[in-house]
């Protein structure tokens, strides 16, 4: 079987473009004006929590990349 690690690369990097840093951005933005909130309001862990996932994705998608792993 032939190694297809370029092609999931490339597959990762445009993922990482047009999903992973504009969600990353977005998160970072909300996450940065609600992270204040969770001593206050113990129902906005949650909320937070989640939103600090989506922070988090361009990591991973750009983790992915380099060690060329497969969507599958």
């Known amino acids: 079987m ?10 990762w ?12 951005i977005l998160c970072g933005i ?5 992270c204040a909130f969770p001593p206050c309001c113990a129902g906005c862990n949650d909320l937070v929590n989640f939103i600090h996932r989506g922070l ?3 990591r991973t998608c750009a983790t ?3 060690a060329q ?3 599958c």
């Open 64 to 66: 992915n990349l380099v």
């Open 30 to 34: 909300l996450y940065a004006i609600l």
């Open 2 to 11: 032939a190694n297809c690690g370029w092609l999931w690369s490339i597959i």
């Open 56 to 58: 988090d994705l361009p």
């Open 69 to 71: 792993r497969s969507g």
């Open 13 to 24: 990097l445009i993922i990482l473009i047009v999903i992973g840093w504009p969600i990353g």
